[in-house]
């Protein structure tokens, strides 16, 4: 039977010793094993309630939530409209008739003797705490996750003071608390606020900043559904004004000294945002920018240095990093230097200190008798610092010691999207003729310091690879104590090998047949070139060049790698059609490691690398070019992905004058490593093809419109998606009577292209004008007279083109929010291709003007896309060309 309860039933007595609010929404896969946990809980029934609070969800867990409430006397059920988690909390707690409260996420779990186990102890220890916490456990897709660190610091059961223990910190609601009906806290309720856990029981505690610790019992978080809201509502553009404003309220409490816990909550929030790039709220304008900067150094200012120091998930370089956002421009930080060490401090606290810099060494190559380097150097120092200068010594004589060029490295964006870090790199190459020995040092302000190495994880340098030396081109090379020994290659090589074969047979027989593979291959010196694109892509730059390559008598042998079902008759003919690879085969892995060059649309190595955890232990054989097409010219803003001194390549291949400067000057890169050709497709795009009466509307897929599951493939939210600006401005437009009556009245028809992220969402699209359409896949981009697009690097082959471009973009505010993954493109909107609208009329408007003017582009730009590529011809023959040379 269904409980039925007044409005008001707070009281000034309990009549239960625990009631466990759980809020129910759209949880009807997860819904039955949290009730089941209930059920399985060893508190005798008449002593605990659960209260299951229907919050207007619109699937099937209201019938179950009933079900179960009619079978257990101990579950009282209540439904209302939606209103949110917290309301629905609140709702509970109004209701509560337990001496304790215990919350519970309907899409998760508690282990059998949590509820008694927490109540007992709660019993012991009222006179002492207001909050007992209790083990918090992950689990995603039925494995046990690495718990939160704050159980680091609450080893047992007991009594916590939270400023002797300040990382024990509060964030989730799995905890107990005291009911004190009318005088209880309730959780805050603004939608705009997503941290009303923190707050809720960092209100609780704040009486006296003590909690009590339960060891026994487990909250076990579901963690398979929790991916898409944390993606989406923690940025910036959401939630940096509320955030910021709960803690600057926070701090105003404390005229002194504020609590080191309150401290603690502030940096631990810092601190996890600025790993996943969401802190800062990057869509205002300059001036209001500075100002929410600001807001943050000002609350920064009132932590001590230690908190940030010693936080348990603090990166090093990060800590430096809101040391100096704390600290601004204060004369008295400072770079100390001895002889054997050198520090950062202020005054007498020590922010920094060490005995070498780091070198880390991106690319180390021999080849033809040239060393390449690409590296940076790597210290939180430099934070602080004038630039630093950086000496190589070669074969140990200082008359031999070179001064290296540095610019400011993209790892200074370090393990987020922020600049966090002032790293400096470098590209050297030297002949390795007469060379003996290479060594770098330091020159910081004056300070000559040491260097130690730093490599990649598939660097056959790793010293955890167990390899004293590595042998190529003819060379032994070893490193040791900071200085790299070049010597002829002699018996030692077949020394290490033996050795490497011994150590192989005992920890990996997988890893030994394949370097003893290697080894057999290597000899026969097959010339193999392979060529990727990737899944889901269709005839793109690598495809291209494989056409063009694969003919011509020049003893290389060619393999296409697909890595999912291509119409093989459509695009191959009968010869090539045999040198179709699957991606990850036995033949594929065959091949690759004995590939001379590497030559692929898509840069990341999940794209081109058939293997996974053995790379390391091969990469000592390697010897292939890694040759990058792109698909597509790069203007959107992302350094700390494509800049070289993250790229493993050796040629990449660029279409325009914008691409060289761009390269060169925002990515690191030198004239050397470019192609100059243009792409291989530009070679089958027709320029001199009249366009047709045609539109298209191709806008990019949008990451904060999608979720993504536990097998990280990319999944819909429908009810998002339908209530944002982006679908509702794209459908306002292709279905605008304005917009009818112009096709009509200039004859043209609109064709829309969805990206294949977003295909999912199809079916929302529908189109009330005859003359708009969805496109045809495989329709030529000559056809089009009018190209709309937002973001997408695809407006740059209809630049190519010439044809008349508008840039459409309905959530440009949620685009420089980073929301998409990055915030800002080299080739700024504002000073794009062709005009910029942010809204459907706008469009409208904009595109009757292009339709008036015979869908000629303005002046300005036509002037700009007529000079902005590359006057070269035949791309694909000059790739081949440039490849068959080196």
Known sequence: MIAIVPKDCRGPAFTKMVSIIVPVYNVEKYLPACLDSLAAQTMPKEQMEVLLINDGSPDGSAAIAQRYAAQYGWIRYFSKENEGLSATRNYGIARAKGKYLLFLDSDDSLAPETVQSVVHFFDKHADEVDLVAYPDQPYQNGQRLRPH??????????????????????T????AVKNRFAENVLFDTNPAFRHEDQKYCTEVVSARFKIGYCNKGEYRYNKDNAGSIVATYFYAYYIFESTIAWFESLFAQYEGAVPRYVQALLVNDLNWKTKASILLPTHYAPAAFAHAKARV???????????????????PFHAQYFLQWKYGADETVKLLAGPRDFAVARQDTLFYSAKRIELFLTKFKLKDGTLRLIGFLKSPVFNYTQPPQLFACVNGRAAKEIELPLRESSWSYYKTKEKTNRFWGFLWELPTEGLRSLSFSVLLEGNRIDTTYGFLQDSPFQPRHRRASVFWDGLEIRCEAGTFYFKAAGAEESNQRRDLRRYYFVHSRRILLLREAMQRWQKKKRRIWLYYDCAGVRRDNAYEQFRHDFPLADGIERYYVVNDDLDRRALFDRRSSRRILRFGSKEHKRLFLQAEKVITAFIEPKNYIPFSTEIPHLSDYFRYDLIYLQHGVLHAHLPWKYSLDRLNLDKEVISTHFERQNLIENYGFSEDYLLP???PRYDHIDRDAPAQKKILLAPSWRKYLVGMDARQQWTPKHGYFLKSDYFRQMQGFLNSPALAQLLERYDYTLEFQLHPILAFYREHFQFQSPRVRFSVPGTPESDYAVFLTDISSFVFDFAYLRRAILYFVPDLDLFHAGMNDYSALDMPLEDGLGPLVTDAEQAVEALGALLANDCQPQPQYREKTEQLFLETTNSCDQIYRALIAE
Request: aromatic share 10%; net charge negative.
């Open 677 to 679: 050709t243009r792409m």
């Open 172 to 175: 989730r609601v799995s905890v």
């Open 149 to 170: 660190f704050r159980y680091r610091f609450l080893p047992v059961s007991g009594v916590y003071d939270l400023n002797e223990v300040p990382f024990a910190l509060m």
């Open 297 to 315: 150094q000002a609350l920064l200012q009132r932590v001590d240095t230690e908190i940030i120091l010693t936080h348990p998930e603090m990166d």
